[in-house]
């Protein structure tokens, strides 16, 4: 009996019919089903690496449910198609590409017509003459002295230009607005740095850092105080448009014809005077848009002297003609030619190195032919 029973239990199961078969693979497939989510193709964009998210109860829960496919009636008509959108008015940023978001190409016109209200602000704007009329203790050689001082300050802790364009405003209004003894100027110098570091850097310096490379001349508590200061005088208006705001927009138009293989040595070169005109105390006269500009037409002259600097489209999408930029053309030319600020080597430096193509060592013809200035 035993031996029945064993020899039983090792034979093989009864084979199933294709019928059988066919109902098992059914009743299993619905099981599988059951157990799966569904998603709906109108959720994907909401979910950024459905992948890798894991959900819980609560969200099971509180998920929408998928929406109902919408039928098509037959006698539906197809809509119209909308009017494709005109174009927007000539401006310093009508070449914005639309695959770039941050260009905002159907806005771009709006942007730089609020960008050139807001600079001429008087909230935004430092006196021309602070330093006769408001500054004892302060010349304008310890101006560039602090300010060339600054750029190596940048350079030291990776700062992105903006942090050094906002830096110098903020000094030059603060000192527009009060006397200062020239023991304080560095504190001034680092803390408006401060500020602009916490205004555009991802990972901004600490007050630390800032007390570290003055060789903690100044305390902790020197450097918040300057700080409180400075936000108070300035009551708070930190976000005007800077030379670097404007030269980015301009720059971008001046290499629209060679968008493909734009000129790095334009850009760099660029770059590189507008940091020189941050030395010059007799240049916060000009408007930063106007100072730009004038960089521009400098850049394109060292880089092509036969060739006019200055275009009508140039003047288009600036709004400068050449004769509105001759009084900035020629300061910055002095300054290039190291006739301006010559002891201030700093930015020279830093533009002589490779990673910038040695721009520095570029040099303009020494005379600008007058013939640049007249109507195009």
């Known amino acids: 009996m035993a031996g029945k029973e ?7 199961p009864p084979r199933l019919t294709r019928a059988q078969a066919k109902r098992a693979a059914a009743v299993t497939a619905v099981a599988v089903a059951a157990k799966r989510k569904r998603v ?7 979910l950024p690496n459905a992948a890798h998210y894991d959900y819980d109860e609560d969200d099971r829960a509180a998920k929408p449910a998928p929406r109902k496919q919408r039928i098509l009636e037959p006698e539906s008509k197809p809509k119209p198609k909308a009017a494709p959108k005109p174009a927007p008015p000539p401006s310093a940023a009508t070449d914005a590409e639309e695959g770039d978001p941050q260009l905002c ?4 016109s709006d942007i730089y017509s609020y960008l050139r209200s807001m600079e001429a602000q008087p909230k935004r704007r430092p006196a021309q003459d ?12 310890m101006r560039s002295i602090l300010v060339d001082w600054l750029v190596e300050v940048a350079e030291e802790y990776k700062l992105v230009s903006d942090t050094l364009y906002l830096t110098v405003s903020y000094i030059d209004r603060f000192l527009s607005n009060k006397a200062l003894n020239r023991q304080r100027l560095q504190l001034l110098g680092v803390s408006a740095m401060l500020i602009a570091s916490k205004y555009e850097e991802i990972s901004p310096p600490n007050v630390e850092d800032f007390c570290y490379i003055t060789d903690n001349t100044y305390t902790k508590q020197e450097v918040v105080k300057m700080e409180s200061d400075i936000l108070n005088v300035l009551k ?4 005007n448009p800077t030379t670097k705001t404007f030269l980015r927009m301009f720059i971008r138009s001046a290499q629209e014809d060679n968008k493909k293989n734009p000129n790095l040595s334009l850009e760099f070169l660029g ?7 941050l030395l010059d105390y ?7 848009s106007l100072v730009a500009a004038s960089v521009v037409f400098v850049a394109r002259l060292t880089l092509d002297p036969h060739t006019h600097p200055w275009s009508k489209k140039m003047q288009t999408l600036t709004g400068y ?3 509105e930029l001759k009084d900035c053309v020629t300061a910055i030319h002095e300054l290039q030619l190291n006739r301006k600020c010559s002891s201030m080597v700093a930015i020279r430096d830093k533009y002589k190195q490779h990673r910038f193509k040695g721009v520095s060592a570029l040099l303009p013809p020494v005379e600008i032919p007058a013939s640049y200035f007249k109507k195009l």
């Open 40 to 46: 709906a193709l109108t959720e994907l964009p909401s």
């Open 282 to 288: 007799g240049l916060i006269r000009f408007l930063p």
């Open 105 to 108: 190409a159907p806005y771009a």
């Open 236 to 239: 708070f208006e930190m976000g």
């Open 130 to 141: 602070y330093i006769a009329a408001v500054q004892v203790d302060v010349t304008p050689n």
């Open 321 to 323: 003609k050449p004769s």
């Open 6 to 12: 064993n020899s039983a239990a090792g034979a093989a």
């Open 271 to 277: 770059s590189y005077l507008a940091e020189l005109s």
